[in-house]
């Protein structure tokens, strides 16, 4: 037998193992990178738009976007409010009907102003700003998803000037993620 003569009756003996090699490996990768990838899309967020006024059902409580202002510093209003220069306070007022939630379903939810960005999105959290603004009586700073009347939230958002009016509001709650409602 030549050198090159043991290559074709060493194929004809092994032919079946070669190619359940070739069929099985690929598809095992893709079978294994699949399970993965469902739990990726599962986790991915589902976000809902909600327009002004409207009621969104989320978390067994109704959600409702009363009112979204944006307070510049050289506003009447900014100078009252001690709105810092170069900056927007953006003051949300979110109606959250809790009253039907069970107390075994409690929950916190948050609101956090997003501006896309194509590096990467700037997010801001409500509190920690430097402006003298505070909510009115009957408005709460905390949000909650629990069995309690009917209140408004107030989310206020310190941010750089010119973002207020184009960044988005999403608010969410930990047992609800991945779900988000984004109000509008």
Excluded at 61 to 87: C, F, I, K, M, Q
Excluded at 122 to 136: H, L, M, N, Q
Excluded at 162 to 182: C, H, I, K, N, Y
């Amino acid at each position: 037998m030549t050198r090159r003569g043991w290559l074709r009756p060493w194929l004809r003996r092994w032919r079946w193992v070669l190619l359940a090699l070739v069929v099985l490996v690929p598809g095992a990768a893709l079978t294994a990178m699949s399970v993965g990838t469902f739990d990726h899309l599962a986790g991915l967020p589902q976000i809902q738009n909600v327009s002004r006024g409207t009621v969104a059902h989320y978390g067994g409580a109704e959600v409702r976007l009363l009112d979204r202002r944006v307070v510049t510093a050289s506003s009447a209003a900014g100078r009252r409010d001690g709105v810092p220069a170069g900056t927007e306070l953006v003051i949300a007022t979110i109606r959250v009907d809790a009253s039907r939630v069970p107390a075994k379903r409690s929950d916190t939810c948050d609101a956090e102003l997003v501006d896309p960005a194509p590096g990467g999105d700037r997010v801001w959290r409500p509190g920690g700003s430097r402006a003298d603004y505070f909510p009115p009586s009957g408005y709460s700073s905390i949000c909650q998803l629990s069995a309690r009347p009917v209140y408004r939230y107030q989310a206020v958002f310190l941010v750089p000037r010119g973002v207020g009016a184009t960044a988005e509001l999403r608010f969410s709650a930990l047992r609800q993620t991945p779900r988000e409602l984004r109000l509008r």
